[in-house]
């Protein structure tokens, strides 16, 4: 008989072993040029738009952090199913205007769009510096995520270090061979697994453990109230605020849909329809979220006092009695989720760092195939440096991370500037999104400015807002013809 | 000044209308009306049955205006 830890090992070298091969072989579908590797020739369809998106942002936060949010904190976890249902919606106007432009002058990125609208270098600097400022530490967490699954499945024989080493391993593979198609596809068969197992173990442990998902609402709410009472409780244990849950949505959703990585995919649709019915069947993909919540919330009476929190899930996996061929389902999954929001993000991170701050940095233009050796080349370093963050700092990230949301928040604005009002400047544009960042940074390092725990990035929005509108009258406005070319996409 | 910008169809301002009104619903002041417990419905809380409902509902209402707008969708 087979040692179980075997069995579930092999399960998830399996999995990897697969998404290796998806991952290879979807690259030879787009051509060699930088439009290939970036945005796919602009040719991809509904279900591998739908997934590429869907599964980018289910991460390891969502499949770790979501059940343990529910676990601890109760309501409050449905925050994160909200957002993610409205977060896409402004694509449904702005989208097949972005794409349209993209078509005609050719971007693949986001800074792209926005360097061109106001003539300006600084621009694709700013937005690049903010971009990796906020991919890095998300990338460190997906990483550390892929590492703990390794090592709790092997019963600790492969350290985190070297579980991180063996699932970034692959992922720097596929991206670096595949570019944008294989994060698409193996983002497809990653989802798809992904979902599966969310259900399976949503509805079987509610289940196993109280009798049926009534049943353990009617404990809970019989037990802890307090948890079931929206908007739940904040991270000490206290009632959380409805200006503190309301601001974290509000803010979600102004960032989810500016997202760098998520943002260039608008330019990898196929055709407008296309487009717009992945926004449209997007909400559906929440839905996973729901038997994910129902993991945390079986663990609170069954499972109490386990820390820390985003531990529940394997947590639970690993003490009750499961076929070790299901524990080896279970890790490839939270594999999945962790390596599908990684690679999306080495991917677009090395694509901003060569086309939008090297490239623009130059005086002449990069040809075709030194720019995807360059963007190749940068895949394997933004990979280290994560890398290097994960498994061998020990400085903590999360004030980074915290940063992160409200500083990519701030690109909001600049979107509807750029579409919506012909008398932005260049001037009003950069000082808006330098002081929304300022703000952000300054509401984090100094707790009293806090009020009623709304979230930084609101009162960054606020300043941003009256900046880019005060600059810009002062400043003298740009040639008409030029932002016609844009308000009127 | 509506002459200058692209024309937004009819289903086109519904859609942005329930957009913002879908992102309301999920947040203070609409959601406190919805957050409690009880009743429970379908074996959830209504905090978290409510929430279910406005993704079902986003997602059937978006449908309808999507496949309202039709014809525009294929000039992509």
Known sequence: ?489 | MSSERPEVSRPGRYAMAFSVFALLALIWPIYPLFGGIRPMILGMPLSLFYIVAVIVTVFLVMLTLFLWEGKNNRLG
């Open chain 1, 1 to 489: 008989m087979m040692e179980s830890w075997l069995i579930v090992f092999l399960v998830t070298i399996g999995y990897l072993i697969l998404s290796l091969a998806v991952g290879l072989y979807s690259g030879r579908k787009a051509s060699a040029s930088t439009e290939g590797y970036v945005a796919g020739d602009r040719n991809l369809g509904f279900v591998v738009l739908y997934f590429i998106l869907g599964a980018s942002i289910y991460s390891a936060f969502a499949f770790l952090g979501g059940p343990g949010w529910a676990y601890s904190r109760g309501a409050a976890a449905f925050y994160i199913i909200s957002y993610g249902t409205v977060g896409l919606l402004p694509w449904y106007f702005l989208g097949p205007r972005i794409a349209r432009l993209g078509r005609k002058f050719g971007y693949v990125t986001q800074a792209e769009l926005f360097a061109h609208r106001y003539e300006s270098r600084f621009i694709s600097c700013i937005l690049a510096t903010i971009s990796l400022v906020a991919f890095v530490p998300y990338l460190v967490i997906q990483m550390k995520g892929a590492g703990y699954v390794f090592s709790i499945v092997t019963e600790g024989r492969i350290p985190e270090w070297g579980g991180a080493a063996i699932a970034y391993g692959v992922v720097l593979i596929y991206v670096f061979k595949s570019g944008v198609m294989g994060v698409a596809w193996t983002n497809t068969f990653q989802g798809v697994l992904m979902m599966g197992l969310a259900w399976v173990l949503g509805l079987y442990l509610p289940y196993k453990l109280h009798g049926g998902v009534g049943a353990m609402f009617e404990e809970i709410a019989r037990v802890a109230p307090e948890l079931l009472q929206a908007p739940g409780l904040d991270a000490a244990g206290n009632p959380w605020t409805w200006a503190g849950y309301s601001s974290s949505i509000v803010i979600s959703v102004l960032g989810f849909s500016v997202w760098p990585h998520y943002f260039m995919k608008i330019y990898t649709a196929r055709n407008i329809a296309t487009l717009k019915r992945m926004i449209v069947f997007y909400p559906t993909f929440q839905i996973f979220l729901v038997p994910i919540m129902f993991i945390g919330f079986a663990a609170i009476t069954a499972f109490p006092g386990v820390t820390p929190v985003d531990t529940i899930l394997p947590h639970i996996v690993t003490s009750m009695n499961i076929p070790p061929l299901a524990v080896g389902l279970f890790c490839a999954g939270a594999l999945a989720a962790s390596m599908s929001s990684g690679d999306a993000i080495v991917h677009a991170a090395a694509s901003i760092m060569i086309k939008d701050f090297y490239g623009v940095t130059r005086t002449e233009k990069l040809d075709g195939p030194l720019e995807i050796r360059l963007i190749r080349f940068s895949v394997i370093v933004i990979g280290a440096i994560a890398y290097f963050f994960a498994a061998v700092s020990e400085y903590s990230l999360v004030h980074l991370l915290l940063l992160s949301y409200g500083f990519i928040a701030q690109i909001f604005p600049t979107l509807i500037a750029l579409f919506y009002w012909k008398r932005s400047t260049p001037a009003g544009v950069i000082a808006g999104l330098l002081a929304g960042c300022a703000v952000v940074i300054v509401w984090n390092l100094v707790p009293s400015l806090q009020w009623q725990q709304m979230h930084p990035g609101i009162f960054g929005i606020g300043v941003h807002i009256v900046v880019l509108v005060v600059v810009s009258k002062l400043t003298a406005p740009m040639d008409g013809e030029h932002v016609r070319k844009f308000v009127e996409a």
